[in-house]
């Protein structure tokens, strides 16, 4: 079942809402219309796959509890091939869930429920960062950015170390390409969170630490005598060797 509103032929940006309840996908389609917004809306996941490359959507509303499989399922497999902006909403109210999805990928998160305007600015915002974001990468960032044997090429979004791919999660990816674009400054935790995901949340703090942590061991890293990325205690993370772009 597919559920479409607009407001006329020019309305944007266009948002795909997954989630299974039937009112509230209803009303969420036809509040954001409201707001110049062209949405779809549609129940589960097999109906999103489909409507991705017909709609083409700029966002992703995505419930956590849905049919067939979960929201986490759904953006991880979104975010193999993928870079389209999702904020999740879910009923539960577990931040071990929130740091889950955000580690997969997610650009935001919103428990329910909630205002549907809260939902309307969190979209604005999320889509202003995703521009931001897209002339950062336009202007400034090369294809690939080299530190020795270690490369990270950016729209393949692959890391190499020693011409072997590695199999990076898209968080750990972001906050490894942050690091490495500001080799020689010491990256605070606010400031890799607030770049990575564009928002500055206490709650999620420890979630650069774990991710950290898990980017050392797939670069094989000592952390008593750290090759690529290094601790400053009480300041962040400094990212060691110069890069070549």
């Known amino acids: 079942m597919k559920i479409t509103s607009n407001q006329g032929t020019t309305t944007y940006p266009r948002v795909m809402v997954v989630d299974d309840d039937v009112k509230l996908n209803r009303l969420l389609v036809n509040f954001m219309s409201q707001y110049g917004f062209e949405v779809h809306g549609v129940l589960t996941p097999s109906e999103a796959w489909v409507q991705l490359p017909k709609f083409q959507p700029e966002i992703i509303i995505l419930d956590y509890m849905l049919p067939e499989t979960n929201g986490f399922e759904f953006l991880r497999k979104l975010r193999k091939t993928s870079e389209l902006p999702v904020i999740m909403l879910t009923a539960r109210g577990d931040p071990n869930d929130r740091i889950a999805g955000l580690e997969l990928g997610a650009d935001d998160y919103l428990s329910k429920p909630f205002e549907p305007r809260e939902l309307v600015a969190r979209i604005q915002a999320v889509l202003r960062r995703t521009d931001l974001r897209r002339l950062s990468r336009a202007e400034i960032l090369p294809a690939c950015i080299r530190a020795g044997d270690l490369e990270l090429f950016i729209e393949r ?37 607030d770049q990575v995901k564009g928002m500055n949340a206490d709650i999620f703090t420890r979630t650069i630490d774990v991710t950290l942590s898990r980017i050392r061991q797939k670069l094989g890293e000592d952390p008593k005598h750290p090759v690529f990325i290094r601790t400053i205690y009480g300041g962040g993370y400094l990212f060691i060797p110069p890069v070549e772009r």
């Open 157 to 193: 979004r692959e890391v190499c170390l020693h011409g072997k791919n590695l199999d990076f999660s898209s968080a750990e990816f972001e906050i490894l390409k942050d690091l490495m674009v500001h080799s020689g400054v010491i990256r605070t935790r606010d400031q890799i969170l």
